[in-house]
C-alpha cells in the first residue's frame, strides 16, 4: 500500500497564509481529495474536498494538479486556533482503492 | 443534531477480555466508518458500510475484531479477546453518500481504549 505522505511539522505567524501539501502517487482514479483538521482529544473535523483543479471555501482553498498525485491545502492568514493536525484523506488504488489518510501534519501557529 | 455519538468515551480492560464499541450515526447519513488512531499506526480505517452493509474490511487487524450495524442508527466494533497492542482511540464517522467517496465525514469524539 502507498503511503500517503505530508511533511511532519509547519511553524507560521498569525496572518500568514500557510500551504500545506499531501503525496498520494497511487490515488484511486475516481476519488476525492479531502482534507480533515484535528485537535487534541478531538475527532477529525472536514475541512475541503475537491476532485481536481482548485475548490475554495470560507475557510480554505484546495489546490491538485492535473494529474492529481498530490494536492495542496492553502490557509489563508492562519490565527492561533489554527494551530492543529491536518490529515488529507484519498483512495489508494494500490490497496484496492482502500481510504488512507495522509501521515498528518502538526500545524504551530505563533503571535 | 448531536452529532455522531459514540460510548463508551474512556474504556479500561485487561487483556483477554471483551471489549465493545458503540457508534450511533447522524440521522439520515447513509454510510458508517470505523477508525483506529496510534502514535505508531496514525489514523486507519478499519471497515466500513453503505446502508448497514459492510462494503470494505480489508482493515480489521484480524480475526478478533468484529463489526456490525444492525440499523441505520446503530454499530458496534467489538474486540475478543483484547491485546495491550489494540489499545488506541477508535473512532466513528458518519457521512451522506456524495457519489464519490472519500466525502465529507462527521467524527464522533472517539473511544479512547486502553488495554492492560
Known amino acids: 500500500l502507498a503511503k500517503t505522505t505530508q511533511p511532519i511539522s509547519m511553524d507560521s505567524y498569525e496572518g500568514q497564509e500557510v500551504n500545506i501539501t499531501c503525496s498520494h502517487n497511487?490515488?484511486?482514479?475516481?476519488?476525492?481529495i479531502t482534507w480533515y483538521q484535528q485537535f487534541p482529544s478531538q475527532g477529525p473535523r472536514f475541512i475541503i474536498q475537491?476532485?481536481?483543479t482548485k475548490v475554495t471555501n470560507e475557510v480554505a482553498s484546495l489546490f491538485i494538479p492535473a494529474d492529481r498525485k498530490s494536492s495542496t491545502l492553502s490557509l489563508p492568514r492562519v490565527s492561533l486556533s489554527d494551530t492543529a493536525v491536518y490529515y488529507c484523506?484519498?483512495?489508494?488504488?494500490?490497496?484496492?482503492?482502500?481510504?488512507?489518510f495522509g501521515t498528518g501534519t502538526q500545524l504551530k501557529v505563533e503571535l | 443534531d448531536a452529532g455522531v455519538i459514540q460510548s463508551p468515551r474512556h474504556e479500561v480492560t485487561e487483556m483477554g477480555q471483551e471489549v465493545t464499541l458503540r457508534c450511533k450515526p447522524i440521522?439520515?447519513?447513509?454510510?458508517l466508518f470505523w477508525y483506529r488512531q496510534t502514535m505508531m499506526r496514525g489514523l486507519e480505517l478499519l471497515i466500513y458500510?453503505?446502508?448497514?452493509?459492510?462494503?470494505?474490511d480489508s482493515g480489521m487487524p484480524e480475526d478478533r475484531f468484529s463489526a456490525k450495524m444492525p440499523n441505520a442508527s446503530f454499530s458496534t466494533l467489538k474486540i475478543q479477546p483484547s491485546e495491550p497492542r489494540d489499545s488506541a482511540v477508535y473512532f466513528c464517522?458518519?457521512?451522506?453518500?456524495?457519489?464519490?467517496?472519500?466525502?465529507?465525514?462527521?467524527f464522533g469524539p472517539g473511544t479512547r481504549l486502553t488495554v492492560t
Open positions: 464517522a458518519s457521512s451522506l453518500n456524495a457519489g464519490r467517496l472519500p466525502n465529507e465525514q462527521y
Open positions: 497511487n490515488i484511486a482514479t475516481n476519488d476525492y
Open positions: 475537491g476532485y481536481k
Open positions: 484523506l484519498v483512495g489508494d488504488r494500490g490497496g484496492g482503492n482502500k481510504l488512507t
Open positions: 440521522s439520515g447519513h447513509d454510510y
Open positions: 458500510f453503505n446502508n448497514n452493509v459492510p462494503i470494505d
